[in-house]
């Protein structure tokens, strides 16, 4: 099995920055991609973006593109999700996530939320 352990939330201004991190334990070998999801209040959870574990090649939902950026440290096994020119609509809660598979099972993980909040 793959655990996740999210940290790093808090309160920040607009325009602020803010890194979370997400340490990985168990079976990293396993991991396929691995990134962020977070939830606003009253809405759906929603894809933020992810890193292809072996190759650092990564993704991001349009809305933080070119302010976040993930990058991983595979001799930690630790994963960051730096945070710049934050806004108020940034406010959630963020969810580290993994997928991989044990051998023909594919697997979703996610750790346990840590809360941002972007004031205006």
């Known amino acids: 099995d793959v655990q996740l352990q999210a940290s790093g939330g808090g309160l920040v201004q607009a325009g602020g920055s803010l890194r979370l991190s997400c340490a990985a334990s168990g079976s990293i070998v396993s991991i396929s991609t691995i990134g962020w999801f977070r939830q606003a209040p009253g809405k759906e959870r929603e894809f933020v973006g992810r890193?292809?574990?072996?190759?650092?090649?990564?993704y991001f939902e349009d809305a933080v593109k070119g302010r976040f950026t993930i990058s991983r440290d595979i001799a930690k096994n630790t994963l960051s999700l730096q945070m710049n020119s934050l806004k108020p609509e940034d406010t959630a809660v963020y969810y580290c996530?993994?997928?991989?598979?044990?051998?023909?099972?594919?697997?979703?993980?996610w750790g346990q939320g840590t809360l941002v909040t972007v004031s205006s």
């Open positions: 890193i292809r574990w072996s190759t650092s090649s990564t």
């Open positions: 996530h993994a997928q991989g598979s044990y051998g023909f099972r594919p697997y979703d993980q």
